[in-house]
């Protein structure tokens, strides 16, 4: 024992971090903490009162928060592509929208674009389908108006109901017309004006007799008419194009439940 003594002081006094100079490096730094576990040892569990349940609450939704952050700031590739194609279309639409506001490029055709857009409008469509019914005095052509009649309808029904549904404003700050909200046409998405415009044309091109030329013409006057809405700020790009697949669709459904000639004898009788 004395033997092994003698060698670890000997040890001792020849390691060099034993030396005055060294003492400050076997030293611990000033201000440092003790490790958790000894600190959870020294402190039981009477320094630190429970957690209430409103404290454990928070600490749950706080730590929830930087996963919601991380999956907004990392979107998949739809939600990318979708935003980009979004913001695509409200930049053309801004750049279409040539007779928006008095200070526009185009203001000053203005009034005749806004013509050429009431012309698609559902009050006179209507107003002239009930005037060209009273009027007619044939089976077949009140056939057909009575129809028209009906697509007209389910045409305002449809727009309205979509636009409260998913109310979309239009690229520019401007508000409806009194014929708007008449028909309750009064958010962007879809255009009414466009779904109105290609179901009344398809539907013409389809029950009329008509020359090659005014084929042509009832095409174009669809197509300016959606166009109309765009530029003087009133809908997007995708809004109209919406519009003219729906107009698309609410003919094809008319034509699925056509009223015969015996229905709308009956429904004019009763009216």
């Known amino acids: ?121 559902g009050i006179p469509w209507i107003g002239g389908t009930i005037l060209c019914l009273v009027r007619s005095s044939t089976l077949a052509g009140q056939e057909v108006l009575m129809n028209l009649l009906l697509a007209l309808l389910l045409d305002i029904m449809t727009v309205a109901g979509v636009q409260k549904l998913i109310k979309r404003r239009g690229p520019y700050e401007t508000s409806p017309g009194l014929l708007d909200y008449l028909t309750m046409d009064i958010y962007a998405f879809p255009a009414g004006h466009a779904s109105r415009a290609a179901m009344v044309s398809k539907f013409f091109l389809s029950h009329l007799v008509l020359a090659v030329p005014l084929r042509v013409l009832l095409v174009l006057w669809a197509f300016c008419v959606g166009l109309s809405r765009v530029m003087i700020g009133r809908h997007h790009i995708t809004d109209v194009i919406s519009g003219f697949i729906i107009g698309y669709f609410q003919f094809r459904l008319v034509e699925l439940v056509w009223m015969s000639s015996n229905t709308c004898q009956m429904l004019i009788s009763a009216w």
């Open 1 to 121: 024992m004395p033997a092994s003594q003698s060698r670890a002081r000997a040890r001792d006094r020849n390691n060099v971090l034993n030396r005055a100079e060294f003492l400050s490096l076997n030293q611990p730094p000033k201000g440092t903490q003790e490790p958790r576990s000894s600190g959870r040892k020294a402190s039981g569990p009477s320094t630190q009162p429970p957690p209430s349940g409103d404290g454990a609450r928070e600490r749950r939704q706080s730590q929830q928060l930087p996963e919601e952050d991380c999956m907004q700031l990392n979107p998949s590739f739809k939600g990318i592509a979708f935003n980009s194609l979004l913001a695509i279309d409200i930049c053309m639409s801004k750049r279409l929208g040539v007779c928006a506001g008095r200070a526009a490029s185009w203001a000053s055709a203005r009034s005749m674009v806004k013509l050429i857009g009431i012309t698609g409008h």
